[in-house]
């Protein structure tokens, strides 16, 4: 049986609520998530900071996210307790975060360190940074509605993330990181490329902005799938559900998109998440699928389920080789 090649993109909880919802859609694939790699908070920031690799957080939670090992999982997931950092250096860190710290020292490579540690979870799928290069992200954001030009910049993931302004343009430090080769490999491979649930400017958008990506993106034969959030984050809370959309063709102007998935009760009238989605070139699909306590999180089966009804959908997208003119133009 032929399996479908699906590509996620994002990172932290947002991706690990996709990949687990596919993983459970029962449809044979080969999954991949392309994972950020500019976290810079918490256990992964530390990590970063002192022995300068790639911030494995994003990457630990993907790996567990696709684990067929659940109790392994479990443990990697783990947070050491402790005092604070300054008086216990291991406190606070999560044992999959030490874990892959170890190994791409003793590989010496990233996504040898992955693949290594896939099989060590018996994953259901591959994981890989969406660069080998740590980035820094940066944001120009006003910080008073009233002042709208007088912008402040904000630099980091986790600044923005916690940012209270209205967050105009996101770049990366490196500008122009190179993209991981494999990453590259699959998204051309690929029948669906995923993008969303998460923290749209801090895990979504960074993979727009990385030229590689963007190019195999926009040239990839695969159709695309944009899912979108169930409540705004702090972010973006300046933004409607249709900004959410619209943010994405402001920086990456030739991204075209086959389908918006959202949740009816999330997003209240639909009207607006329509147009703005037939501006990608994409239909609107509602599906419950938020879990039933009321708090915005994804209930995985029942993405699950509106997973496999859309991802068994017949269609193309853009023809392979095709790139409009205004192609990776990203947000001034």
């Known amino acids: 049986m032929t399996r479908m090649r ?11 609520a996709t990949l687990r919802a596919l993983c459970l859609t029962g449809v044979p694939m080969e999954i991949c998530a392309v994972v950020t790699v500019g976290d810079d908070g918490g256990s992964s920031g530390r990590l970063r900071e002192q022995r300068g690799v790639l911030p494995p957080g994003d990457l630990r939670q993907a790996l567990c996210a696709l684990a067929n090992d659940r109790d392994l999982a479990d443990l990697m997931q783990h947070r ?62 006003a910080m008073d509605p009233s002042r709208p030009n007088d ?46 649930p998460g923290s749209w400017y801090t895990s979504v958008i960074p993979h727009l902005l990385v030229p590689g990506l963007a190019e195999a993106i926009v040239v990839s034969s695969a159709r695309r799938l944009v899912t ?28 075209r998109v086959d389908v918006v998935l959202a949740d009816q009760k999330a997003i209240g009238d639909p009207e607006p998440v329509r147009i703005a989605a037939e501006s990608l070139g994409a239909r609107l699909a509602l599906a419950p699928v938020a879990v039933d306590d009321g708090s915005p999180r994804h209930d995985p089966v029942a993405l699950a389920a509106a997973y496999q009804e859309v991802l068994a959908e017949p269609g193309s997208s853009t023809p392979a080789g095709h790139m409009p003119d205004q192609f990776n133009r990203p947000a001034r």
């Open 6 to 16: 699906v590509v996620a993109f994002g990172g932290g909880h947002g991706l690990y």
């Open 80 to 141: 050491l307790t402790g005092g604070s950092s300054d008086q216990d250096p291991l406190a606070g860190h999560a044992v999959g975060n030490l874990l892959l710290i170890g190994l791409m020292d003793q590989l010496g490579d990233p996504v040898e360190a992955l693949d290594y540690a896939g099989r060590l979870l018996r994953s259901a799928g591959r994981v890989l940074p969406m660069s080998r290069t740590p980035v820094s992200l940066a944001a120009d954001v």
């Open 151 to 196: 912008l402040q910049a904000i630099h980091g993931q986790h600044e923005v993330a916690v940012s209270h302004g209205h967050v105009t343009r996101v770049r990366l430090d490196p500008s122009e990181p190179e993209a991981t080769a494999e990453a590259l490999g699959v998204i051309e491979r690929a029948d669906w490329l995923i993008f969303g």
């Open 228 to 255: 979108l959030n169930l409540a705004v984050e702090r972010e973006t809370a300046s933004l409607s559900l249709p900004d959410h959309l619209n943010a994405l063709s402001r920086y990456l102007p030739a991204l």
